[in-house]
């Protein structure tokens, strides 16, 4: 497993022995609140669609996903590079072009792809952050949004545009826009990773949160059932 996201666990044991449970969820980004997007697609039901979103450790995001209404699916895995590079230890170098992503399956009836990227842009990630989440740094765990068309493409630009003008948060947004050439799912054991270990510390600190987070900003989105990769 990659160095910093361990030497990080390490450091958020000794944290929880020391300081309990208040120290112990201090680690996670503090949610935004996002207005919807100006533009986006209206809800209609037909074939199920997919968003390719990145943006930080692959755990945190496919857990808040996995808990909104209309998603179907949620893969972790990787974007940005070559198939030939898309395993763990290569990426977590940092000079694969790979970011640890999700593909997002969901029904466009439910949820649009502009309601993805708000939950996206509010309660999964800081998106002002450059090359890094939480004690994760390095370009494989940047903020990236890859479109599989020019339509998600537009929305995602223009979503940008608007946070950006209206000063939503406090810095520029450094969420990328980038053409999907390819997802390639992440290792088994990387699947459902927050589902199979609620108590690994790296989870408490940095994914919880953003699960509750979910909940509260998003309580119409939010369901207690996650769909999962495989049935526990």
Known sequence: MSGNRWLSAIGAILIVAAFGWVAATSGAEAPAAVPAPSLDNPKQHGRLQTAVLAGGCFWGLQGVFEHVRGVRGVLAGYSGGSRLTAQYDDVGTGRTGHAESVQV??????????????????????????N??????????????????????????????????????????????????GFYPAEAYHQDFYLKNPG????????????????????????????????R
């Open 105 to 130: 399956t969901f029904d466009p009836g439910e949820l649009t792809y502009g309601e993805l990227l708000q939950i996206f842009f509010s309660v999964a990630h800081d998106p002002t952050e450059l």
């Open 132 to 181: 890094r989440q939480g004690p994760d740094s390095g370009t494989q765990y940047r903020s990236d949004i890859f479109y599989a068309d020019e339509t998600q493409r537009h929305i995602a630009e223009s979503y940008i545009a608007q946070l950006d003008k209206s000063k939503t948060f406090s810095q520029p947004i450094a969420t990328r826009v980038d053409a999907l050439k």
């Open 200 to 231: 690994y510390p790296y989870i408490v600190i940095n994914d919880l949160p953003k699960i509750r987070n979910l909940k509260q900003f998003f309580p119409d989105s939010y369901r207690d059932s996650p769909v999962m990769v495989a049935v």
